[in-house]
């Protein structure tokens, strides 16, 4: 059984690596087309319950019943504080995915770089090689 020459070894190696950051790259798009779909979800969500707030505070002055204003006022303090936790987290996770994204660039052109110049390498030690082989026959 013939085995695998340090050169194919290298390539396939390459290969892989490039395969493994192409669905990365691939992942991570796909995951700012969901943020996206969310985002525009998310905007929905926050005009509505801006509205019902709104409509809580009018209900509250119409009735004006302490129990009422009182549970308004904790459901509205409530939502708000809801908003508040969702827009931070959401934050959290765009700068994460843009991090990612700015690593994996960053990093496949350094693979890519460190790759071509360890081909290079090879290929010219290789050539060598043969060289010195065609010399002795």
């Known amino acids: 059984m013939k085995t695998d020459s340090i050169v194919s070894q290298t390539l396939s190696l390459t290969m892989a690596t490039t395969g493994i950051l192409y669905n990365l790259t691939q992942t991570v798009k796909t995951d700012y087309k969901i943020d996206e779909l969310d985002d525009e979800r998310r905007n929905e969500y926050i005009e509505y319950i801006e509205n ?57 052109r350094r693979l890519e770089e460190e790759n071509q110049h360890l081909e290079t390498k090879i290929f010219t030690k290789d050539i060598n090689c043969i060289k010195l082989k065609n010399q002795y026959k």
Request: no cysteine; glycine share 0%; aromatic share 12%.
């Open 52 to 108: 019902a707030i709104a409509e809580l505070n009018v209900f509250k002055s119409i009735f004006k019943n302490k129990e009422f204003n009182n549970f308004v006022n904790k459901f509205v303090r409530f939502l708000k504080n809801d908003l508040e936790k969702q827009l931070h987290y959401e934050n959290l996770s765009d700068q994460l995915r843009d991090i990612l994204h700015n690593d994996l660039i960053t990093n496949k």
